[in-house]
Nanobody
């Protein structure tokens, strides 16, 4: 059973940066397509981006494109979400997700594994 654990959330001022990490255990990390979702209070979970197993293809939601960067280190079983130029509307719980095999899904149901989430709060 794959376990995903996020870290790195916190409180930051608008315009600031944060880097989230997601450590995976219990499976073969290089077989997992990984991604990030977020959920703000009162809203549905929103796709942030995804990265293929090799890390060659990375896709972002329009709302974060140019500000957020997803990367992975298969040797460390870790995926990262570097967030810059943060805005108050980026405030949400951020979830790391994983899927066995390839996926192009932007929907929560497209991912087999979820972390517990980490809170990111951006103050204005």
């Amino acid at each position: 059973q794959v376990r995903l654990v996020e870290s790195g959330g916190g409180l930051v001022q608008a315009g600031g940066s944060l880097r989230l990490s997601c450590d995976a255990s219990g499976g073969t990390f290089s077989n997992l397509a990984m991604g990030w979702f977020r959920q703000a209070p009162g809203k549905e979970r929103e796709f942030v981006g995804r990265i293929t197993r090799s890390g060659v293809i990375i896709v972002y939601a329009d709302s974060v494109k140019g500000r957020f960067t997803i990367s992975r280190d298969n040797a460390k079983n870790t995926v990262y979400l570097q967030m810059t130029s943060l805005k108050p509307e980026d405030t949400a719980v951020y979830y790391c997700v994983g899927n066995v095999g390839a996926t192009t899904s932007r929907a929560p149901v497209g991912y087999d594994y979820w972390g517990q989430g980490t809170q990111v709060t951006v103050s204005s």
